[in-house]
């Protein structure tokens, strides 16, 4: 199931707002829509959200072509700061604007229309990239696991939080082709439920075997002994190996410390933000306080009541036993082998 595809000069979304229940793409040719999209949740998960920015530069691009050159430019920025600025956690569509732009400015010289165009190819490259990305990052990951393993996960770093695959989920896939997983342990994930109606929703799809858990369930499956690793995704990992994740993911790393389980984070290297010293400078997604009074459409809490919604956490380095990465398994000391793989991909 395809979180995204681009067809005809329209983006299609799959609106994630509406599984497990429905399936239905969006059809998108106006760049403020994907912002609207991508506020809204219809795309979700960091190299997804990305990739769809990509795209959505490419809408921006085609829209203020007609326009002399300086206004093209003018409306171009003016896009990109929007599309930036759709949510603030996971830095893919600060690196998938950033990139574009560049691809952008190097066909500056040939005019608006050679722009739109390298734009088009370059956001299918991403596309592309991210699903071969993660294939690596499921292989390096999958032979992490012992046999018979029962995994826990949070959120939702599966097809649905990429362009197929999965980060986690990726590595879950490859272990379960290896036959390694014994049994999936997903957290609903409160208060959007991203573990219990998307994670559950893929993994069923494909005969992994999955089974729901509330959130607050699993120390307590953690202190049975039924669980031999946690594996999640990251929306950034500061420079020195700290991980912002789904709200939740701290706690998680925290138990697994208490219980000796190993605690890895599956992600592309364009999850990875060097600019960006520690975890404590991340900005932190906080969101509608609807979403903890309200489950769906129905009020769960009286009138009145204050609630806080940060969307994301932030894991401390010192708490994760490894970042699995398209270009291999980074070890602590987190910061200085994070900065050892990026150079070494700058190299070739
Ligand atoms: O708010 P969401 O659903 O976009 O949050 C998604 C997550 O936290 C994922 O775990 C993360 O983006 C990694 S996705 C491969």
């Known amino acids: 199931m395809k979180p995204l595809y681009w067809e005809e000069g329209a983006l299609y979304l799959l609106d994630q707002t509406l599984l497990p229940h429905k399936v239905h793409y969006l059809r998108l040719t106006d760049y403020r829509e994907v912002v609207t999209a991508i506020k809204r949740l219809s795309v ?24 002399p050159q300086q206004v093209f430019w003018d409306k171009l920025e003016e896009a990109a700061r929007d599309i930036e600025g759709s949510r603030p956690t996971a830095v893919n569509l600060q690196w998938a604007v950033r990139r574009q732009m560049k691809v952008a400015a190097c066909h500056r010289e040939k005019g608006p229309e050679a722009v739109v165009a390298a734009l088009e190819r370059e956001a299918q490259a991403m596309q592309e990239e991210d699903v071969r990305t993660n294939w690596a990052i499921g292989a390096y990951g999958a032979a992490l696991l012992p046999f018979r393993a029962r995994v826990l996960t949070h959120c939702n770093a599966g097809s649905l939080a990429t362009c197929g695959y999965g980060t986690a989920l990726g590595v879950i896939r490859a272990a379960h082709a290896a036959g390694k997983i014994a049994m999936v342990y997903a ?5 959007l439920l991203q573990g219990a109606r998307l994670t559950t929703w893929e993994l069923l799809q494909e005969g992994i075997p999955v089974t729901l858990i509330t959130d607050s369930t699993a120390g307590y499956l953690m202190a049975r002994g039924e669980i031999d690793a946690v594996i999640v995704g990251a929306d950034r990992i500061a420079a020195n190996g700290d991980v912002a994740n789904k709200i939740g993911t701290y706690s998680l790393a925290v138990l697994a410390r208490h219980h000796r389980i190993p605690f890895y984070v599956a992600a592309p290297f364009s999850t990875v933000d060097l600019e960006t010293a520690t975890g404590e400078a991340i900005p932190i997604e906080e969101r509608g306080e609807e979403e903890v009074t309200h489950c769906g459409a129905v009020r769960i809490a009286p009138e009145g009541v204050k609630a806080r919604n940060f969307a ?37």
């Not at 979700?44 to 326009?67: D, K, M, Q």
């Open 44 to 67: 979700r998960g960091a190299p997804a959200i990305g990739v769809a920015a990509a795209y959505a530069l490419v809408l921006a691009a085609r829209e203020a072509a007609s326009n």
């Open 187 to 191: 957290d609903e994930t409160r208060p």
């Open 312 to 348: 994301f956490d932030v894991t401390p380095a010192e708490l994760i036993t490894a970042i699995i990465t398209e270009r291999g398994v980074v070890y602590p000391p987190l910061g200085e082998n994070l900065r050892l793989f990026a150079q070494h991909q700058r190299k070739e």
